[in-house]
């Protein structure tokens, strides 16, 4: 009888090593389902810490799912679902009273905050209106047509209401060049500000001989003009301050004239052709009245006295100081008449 061998190979617990790793597994698994129910039990295994449940096996037992699974799972699903009209118990009206929503305390703090935002804007606009200069604050009555741009035809008009730092007063003494003395040459120029702060007072050579200095009415000397600048350099820095500015004067076209200069008529203010000057003083409104009268009248002072001539710094300021005597009238028929081609008008 032949011999016959078997060779069998156990492990220590007798089982195969194949079935004892499958086994192995499911019993890890098992624990594992055992003590994830346990913490569930004790309230420790919150929703965001078993967002895996969906295996399959438990797909398959609805009862080994969680129970705020089965809660949820029980319930249809609604994409809109109607607004509850039951009436909120008495102790959730009172805490919503007592604990106004989010939403609420975000909405006052942000009105809030507006008003504070409008209240800062409404104070800076209160202070840039106060900075206004004292001494042109009637200016404000203005119409505001006359903050408009200029109608077709008077492009030179600008108004310039409410800043004295565009008005200035102009005079200038002239003397006598030619046979006799009768053309008349520019020999010294002033020019001062709103408030009668002096821009600019220079004595000018005239480009031609002198023949009559004209001292009885103009105050010019030969030693007035003796290392004076000539007329070509006086008159680009004079022009340079006149421009822009709206020129006030006493027959001031007398003075463009030696200048050679024409400025915009919008911006000149001719106080021997304003008929409400006239009218004040007690003259015609046609009449040309002298600067001394009108000063002696609507000023109550006194000017070109003296043997000394005249001085074209002091009828500057007086020119000024008249001008300001009507002159919130005067600004006001000038913006309700913008059609016409002259400021005097």
């Known amino acids: 009888m032949s011999e016959l061998m078997l060779n069998l190979e156990f492990s220590s617990d007798g089982v195969p090593d194949s079935e004892k790793t499958t086994s192995t597994g499911k019993q890890k ?12 039990r004790k309230g420790l295994l919150h929703k965001n810490q078993h967002q895996h ?15 705020w699974a089965r809660k949820k799972q029980d319930k249809p699903f609604v994409r809109n679902p109607p607004a509850t009209t039951h009436a909120a118990p008495k102790t959730a009206a009172s805490q919503s ?39 042109n604050k009637s200016l404000l009555a203005v119409p ?22 565009k008005y200035v007063a102009l005079d200038c003494e002239m003397v006598g060049t030619g046979p006799k003395g009768r053309n008349s040459e520019l020999a010294r120029c002033s020019i001062v500000s709103y408030d009668g702060d002096i821009v600019y ?10 023949t009559d200095f004209r001292t009885r009415w103009s105050g010019i000397k030969p030693k007035h003009l003796h290392k004076a600048p000539p007329f070509n350099q006086a008159r680009v820095e004079i022009l340079k301050i006149l421009k822009g500015k709206v020129v006030v004067g006493h027959s ?33 409104e046609q009449q040309t009245v002298s600067l001394k009268k ?19 710094v002091e009828d500057a300021k007086a020119s000024m100081d008249v001008y300001k ?12 008449n913008m059609n016409g081609g002259s400021g005097q008008s």
Request: contains cysteine.
């Open 29 to 40: 698994h098992v624990n594992f389902l055992k003590r994830r129910r346990f913490l569930e």
């Open 53 to 67: 449940w969906q295996s399959k096996d438990v797909a398959k037992d609805p009862s080994r799912r969680p129970d």
């Open 97 to 135: 009273t007592q604990k106004p929503s989010l939403s609420k305390e975000c909405s006052t703090s942000d009105t809030h905050r507006f008003s504070q935002s409008s209240l800062t804007i409404q104070s800076k606009e209160r202070n840039r209106t106060t900075a206004i200069p004292k001494t």
């Open 144 to 165: 505001s047509q006359s903050l408009s741009k200029p109608r077709q035809g008077t492009s030179e008009q600008v108004f310039l209401f409410g800043n004295p730092h």
């Open 201 to 210: 007072d220079k004595y000018v050579s005239p480009s031609l001989p002198v």
């Open 252 to 284: 001031i076209q007398n003075d463009f004239k030696v200048l050679h200069y024409t400025h915009p008529p919008g911006l000149t203010r001719d106080i021997a052709k304003i008929p409400l000057l006239s009218k004040k003083a007690g003259f015609p």
């Open 294 to 312: 009108l000063s002696q009248i609507l000023l109550k002072q006194d000017i070109q006295v003296g043997k000394m001539g005249h001085s074209s």
């Open 325 to 336: 005597t009507v002159e919130v009238e005067w600004e006001q028929h000038l913006a309700m």
